[in-house]
C-alpha cells in the first residue's frame, strides 16, 4: 500500500511535466508540416512571368531616368 502511495504523486508530477510538453511538441510536429505544406503551394503561384517582369522593369528604369532628368 505504500509503495502506491508513493507511486501515486510520482505519476501526478510526471503528467504535469511531461504532458504538457508532449502535447505541444506532438502539435507543433504537425502544425510545422501543414504550415510548410500550404507555403510551399502558395509559392508556387507565380505573381508575374517574364515578359510582364522585363516590361515592368523597363518601365521603371524609364521612369528612373525621367525623375533624374526632372532634379
Known amino acids: 500500500m505504500t509503495k502506491k502511495k508513493a507511486f501515486t504523486p510520482l505519476l501526478y508530477l ?3 511535466v511531461f504532458l ?3 502535447i505541444s511538441l506532438s502539435l507543433n510536429k504537425s502544425l510545422e508540416s501543414w ?3 500550404w507555403w510551399n503551394t502558395k509559392q ?6 517574364d515578359i510582364q ?3 515592368i522593369l ?3 528604369i524609364e ?3 525621367l525623375f533624374f532628368w526632372m532634379k
Not at 508556387?44 to 512571368?49: A, I, Q
Open 20 to 22: 504538457p510538453w508532449w
Open 63 to 65: 521612369l528612373e531616368e
Open 53 to 55: 517582369e522585363k516590361s
Open 14 to 16: 510526471a503528467s504535469i
Open 58 to 60: 523597363e518601365k521603371f
Open 35 to 37: 504550415v510548410t505544406n
Open 44 to 49: 508556387s503561384e507565380t505573381f508575374l512571368n
